[in-house]
């Protein structure tokens, strides 16, 4: 891992493009939240977040009632525990459907649970058409941002994957490589059996399963194919539907600056009889993989209320260094880095939570007002506790024991103090312990000041 | 006049003195009895942002004893001061008798530039300061405490001084604490971002009200040989 980040940062190609493309998405936001176009963002934001606070504290009440309501227009809501059941409910309808061809628009929580690999092992093909998505799945890489996926690849970049991959002409002028996206991904909407979208709101009062795009292709997904799988985390629900005036404000600008995006669908149930198109069939899986579990912790349980904006990615200065790939899971930057290790536990990443400067850039901008800088604080004690726990605190806990009894002791501190101050000037650089010659790697090293505040205080006399 | 605690903080203690002095001189040129309690050393923080509370707990329970009797205690840091009033309430969440002690003690405590203009109520402390000078808003100030414009107006009333901004003043300058150690090159990076800021304005002196922030953007502009120095907004309002 150390390398990885080590090579993004030292990467000025990639850190151009991540500086470029977040500091884009960055200025558009500010300028569609700025106070004379939507005078009350703030107050929007403070709804969401209560919106959410009571859709996830009443995640159950909600849950009965979107199920039923999506069964009043025909729908079916599918419950499953992880990915296997996913990927079972999937095949199993294929199978008995004779489906053979999937088409996909854009959904993280399928890359949660890594859908299409899933698929394509018993033999289904599964595309994906939203067009970043597309370029990743052909380069076999997983997304790189919850929003832009491809946000790491340059034009020449997708000229080269699609020359390799599609057999085209190298191909560097972006309108014509999204035509040659389109071309090919044409044929498969009118070829498929079945489209499996995402779902950015689930509606309980409606049962309205609501999509938010800018390419049409997720609302093709979820009208040209005879079957029609939305796929969401059980914390997608919001209470009403009067509330989407709330969360579609804030999603589109938070995310892209857009005041509401190209495309906005409103899906509730298969194609009525007098209706001339969508799906015959109409299925919402509501999956667990863990949420769950998040439910548990009062405080950290608001993880839950993440609408999956990407702005807190954007605004964040670790994860415009690093970029995406470097977050162990698909989730990156501040929001992955609370997630993660929920869903995984602490200890399988434990560095993740200590992979922030705590500068709260995230806090502040996330329409839900995740209070994430908080949750990322209480995953560092999470994280020594457990290490505790399992015998692995190594000398860091013994360091900070040593420091509070220093700190407990003004005289031994000032004691310490002088100390260093006599003896820092001397110490070759080769002989700095492990916490110093990483200052050193990248700074010059302040000297103690030969004598301390309270030395100087001691001479200058009391007034 | 009230009488005026100062807790230095452990780094301006034993790594930059001089901004403790620069603050006292001038609470005293204001009129005010200054007073350093001995038995003052740190707030708890590099613990409590390392994930260990326990440690964490007893060095803030140190800080309380040493400063209950104390009407104004004035802090030369945004993120010292946060600490404080801020996470000392987490940190004692579960604790009725302690909380009950840190609710005494947060409104006692004050931000430097803070106790400038809202207690001794002067944004002109009559200093001079011959220089170009660009403003680093600190985050824990800036985001936790709303510091905004405070330095701004202290920095307007200098003689001789003109404040060129940055185009990112609010980004972090990548220090973090322990970050700094733990991911070098990540915290470099985010320095090295910051300070292309900097020499965009053609300041020779880069002003925060946070001693740790100018230590990563100077150990990082010394590295990178800039003729650029650092100075805390304390040292600055007590120029002549």
Same mark, same amino acid.
């Given at each position: 891992?150390?390398?990885?980040?080590?090579?993004?940062?030292?990467?000025?190609?990639?850190?151009?493009?991540?500086?470029?493309?977040?500091?884009?998405?960055?200025?558009?936001?500010?300028?569609?939240?700025?106070?004379?176009?939507? &005078?009350?963002?703030?107050?929007?934001?403070?709804?969401?977040?209560?919106?959410?606070?009571?859709?996830?504290?009443?995640?159950?009440?909600?849950?009965?009632?979107?199920?039923?309501?999506?069964?009043?227009?025909?729908?079916?809501?599918?419950?499953?525990?992880?990915?296997?059941?996913?990927?079972?409910?999937?095949?199993?309808?294929?199978?008995?459907?004779?489906? +053979?061809?999937?088409?996909?628009?854009?959904?993280?929580?399928?890359?949660?649970?890594?859908?299409?690999?899933?698929?394509?092992?018993?033999?289904?093909?599964?595309?994906?058409?939203?067009?970043?998505?597309?370029?990743?799945?052909?380069? =076999?890489?997983?997304?790189?941002?919850?929003?832009?996926?491809?946000? =790491?690849?340059?034009?020449?970049?997708?000229?080269?994957?699609?020359?390799?991959?599609?057999?085209?002409?190298?191909?560097?002028?972006?309108?014509?490589?999204?035509?040659?996206?389109?071309?090919?991904?044409?044929?498969?909407?009118?070829?498929?059996?079945?489209?499996?979208?995402?779902?950015?709101?689930?509606?309980?009062?409606?049962?309205?399963?609501?999509?938010?795009?800018?390419?049409?292709?997720?609302?093709?997904?979820?009208?040209?194919?005879?079957? =029609?799988?939305?796929?969401?985390?059980?914390?997608?629900?919001?209470?009403?539907?009067?509330?989407?005036?709330?969360?579609?404000?804030?999603?589109?600008?938070?995310?892209?600056?857009?005041?509401?995006?190209?495309?906005?669908?409103?899906?509730?149930? &298969?194609? +009525?009889?007098?209706?001339?198109?969508?799906?015959?069939?109409?299925?919402?899986?509501?999956?667990?993989?863990?949420?769950?579990?998040?439910?548990?912790?009062?405080?950290? +349980?608001? %993880?839950?209320?993440?609408?999956?904006?990407?702005?807190?990615?954007?605004?964040?200065?670790?994860?415009?260094?690093?970029?995406?790939?470097?977050?162990?899971?698909?989730? %990156?930057?501040?929001?992955?880095?609370?997630?993660?290790?929920?869903?995984?536990?602490?200890?399988?990443? &434990? #560095?993740?939570?200590?992979? %922030?400067?705590?500068?709260?850039?995230?806090?502040?901008?996330?329409?839900?007002?995740?209070?994430?800088?908080?949750?990322?604080?209480?995953?560092?004690?999470?994280?020594?506790?457990?290490?505790?726990?399992?015998?692995?605190?190594?000398?860091?806990?013994?360091?900070?024991?040593?420091?509070?009894?220093?700190?407990?002791?003004?005289?031994?501190?000032?004691?310490?103090?002088?100390?260093?101050?006599?003896?820092?000037?001397?110490?070759?650089? %080769?002989?700095?312990?492990?916490?110093?010659?990483? #200052?050193?790697?990248?700074?010059?090293?302040?000297?103690?000041?030969?004598?301390?505040f309270?030395?100087?205080w001691?001479?200058r006399?009391r007034p | 006049m009230p009488r005026v605690s100062l807790f230095v903080?452990?780094?301006v203690?034993?790594?930059?003195?001089k901004v403790g002095l620069a603050m006292a001189e001038v609470l005293e040129r204001l009129g005010y009895e200054i007073e350093f309690?001995?038995?003052?050393?740190?707030?708890?923080?590099?613990?409590?942002?390392?994930?260990?509370?326990?440690?964490?707990?007893?060095?803030?329970?140190?800080?309380?004893?040493?400063?209950?009797?104390s009407e104004y205690i004035v802090v030369p840091?945004?993120?010292?001061?946060?600490?404080?009033?801020?996470?000392?309430?987490?940190?004692?969440?579960?604790?009725?008798? /302690?909380?009950?002690?840190?609710?005494?003690?947060?409104?006692?405590v004050w931000e430097f530039s803070k106790f400038l203009l809202e207690v001794a109520q002067v944004d002109d402390v009559g200093a001079?300061?011959?220089?170009?000078?660009?403003?680093?808003?600190?985050?824990?100030?800036?985001?936790?405490?709303?510091?905004?414009?405070?330095?701004?107006?202290l920095?307007?009333?200098?003689?001789?001084?003109?404040?060129?901004?940055?185009?990112?003043?609010?980004?972090?300058?990548?220090?973090?604490?322990?970050?700094?150690?733990?991911?070098?090159?990540?915290?470099?990076?985010?320095?090295?971002?910051?300070?292309?800021?900097?020499?965009?304005?053609?300041?020779?002196?880069?002003?925060?009200i946070?001693?740790?922030?100018? /230590?990563?953007?100077?150990?990082?502009?010394?590295?990178?040989?800039?003729?650029?120095?650092?100075?805390h907004l304390a040292e600055v309002l007590a120029s002549?």
């Amino acid at each position: 891992m150390e390398t990885t980040i080590k090579q993004t940062v030292a990467d000025p190609k990639l850190q151009l493009a991540i500086y470029t493309a977040t500091g884009r998405l960055m200025a558009k936001r500010s300028e569609s939240i700025a106070s004379e176009v939507l &005078p009350d963002y703030q107050d929007l934001r403070t709804q969401a977040n209560l919106l959410k606070k009571q859709a996830i504290e009443n995640l159950d009440w909600y849950l009965e009632q979107f199920e039923s309501n999506l069964a009043l227009h025909g729908g079916k809501a599918v419950y499953c525990k992880n990915a296997e059941e996913v990927a079972d409910f999937v095949l199993g309808l294929a199978r008995e459907r004779g489906a +053979r061809l999937i088409v996909k628009s854009k959904s993280m929580t399928t890359e949660e649970i890594d859908l299409n690999e899933r698929l394509e092992h018993h033999g289904l093909e599964a595309v994906e058409t939203d067009l970043g998505e597309y370029i990743l799945q052909l380069a =076999h890489e997983r997304p790189y941002h919850i929003v832009a996926p491809a946000l =790491h690849k340059t034009r020449y970049d997708v000229a080269e994957i699609f020359s390799k991959r599609l057999g085209v002409e190298n191909e560097v002028v972006i309108e014509n490589q999204t035509m040659i996206a389109r071309r090919v991904l044409r044929e498969k909407f009118l070829s498929a059996d079945i489209g499996i979208t995402g779902a950015n709101f689930l509606v309980a009062d409606s049962g309205a399963v609501v999509l938010v795009e800018n390419e049409g292709n997720a609302r093709l997904t979820s009208s040209a194919p005879r079957i =029609h799988i939305a796929v969401a985390g059980i914390e997608q629900l919001i209470p009403r539907a009067q509330d989407l005036a709330v969360f579609l404000q804030l999603l589109g600008r938070s995310a892209t600056g857009q005041p509401i995006t190209v495309y906005t669908s409103f899906l509730s149930g &298969p194609r +009525r009889a007098d209706e001339i198109d969508g799906p015959e069939e109409f299925y919402v899986v509501l999956l667990d993989n863990g949420r769950t579990r998040l439910l548990a912790d009062p405080e950290k +349980r608001q %993880s839950l209320y993440c609408i999956r904006c990407g702005a807190c990615l954007n605004t964040c200065p670790v994860y415009r260094k690093i970029g995406g790939h470097n977050y162990p899971w698909i989730y %990156s930057g501040p929001i992955g880095a609370i997630i993660t290790p929920q869903f995984h536990g602490v200890m399988q990443d &434990p #560095w993740l939570p200590f992979a %922030s400067s705590l500068c709260g850039a995230c806090a502040e901008v996330c329409p839900v007002k995740i209070e994430i800088p908080k949750l990322l604080l209480q995953l560092r004690s999470d994280v020594t506790a457990a290490k505790a726990s399992e015998g692995k605190s190594g000398v860091e806990l013994l360091a900070f024991r040593v420091f509070a009894w220093v700190m407990r002791h003004p005289r031994i501190f000032g004691f310490l103090g002088a100390v260093a101050a006599k003896l820092a000037p001397r110490v070759p650089k %080769s002989m700095y312990p492990a916490a110093l010659r990483s #200052w050193v790697s990248e700074r010059e090293l302040p000297m103690p000041a030969p004598q301390s505040f309270r030395q100087l205080w001691r001479k200058r006399g009391r007034p | 006049m009230p009488r005026v605690s100062l807790f230095v903080t452990c780094i301006v203690d034993q790594a930059f003195p001089k901004v403790g002095l620069a603050m006292a001189e001038v609470l005293e040129r204001l009129g005010y009895e200054i007073e350093f309690l001995e038995a003052q050393t740190c707030c708890g923080q590099p613990a409590f942002n390392s994930g260990y509370l326990e440690p964490a707990r007893a060095v803030a329970r140190h800080f309380l004893r040493t400063f209950q009797g104390s009407e104004y205690i004035v802090v030369p840091s945004g993120s010292c001061t946060t600490m404080i009033a801020h996470h000392y309430e987490d940190l004692f969440a579960q604790d009725p008798a /302690m909380l009950a002690e840190v609710e005494r003690l947060i409104p006692r405590v004050w931000e430097f530039s803070k106790f400038l203009l809202e207690v001794a109520q002067v944004d002109d402390v009559g200093a001079r300061f011959d220089g170009v000078v660009t403003y680093h808003d600190s985050c824990h100030a800036l985001r936790e405490m709303k510091i905004k414009s405070g330095p701004r107006r202290l920095l307007s009333k200098v003689a001789g001084l003109t404040l060129n901004e940055m185009d990112i003043p609010e980004e972090c300058c990548g220090f973090g604490g322990t970050f700094s150690v733990k991911f070098p090159e990540v915290s470099g990076g985010m320095a090295r971002t910051k300070i292309e800021s900097i020499v965009r304005t053609k300041a020779d002196t880069v002003v925060s009200i946070d001693s740790s922030c100018l /230590m990563q953007l100077q150990g990082a502009m010394s590295r990178a040989k800039l003729p650029i120095r650092t100075m805390h907004l304390a040292e600055v309002l007590a120029s002549k």
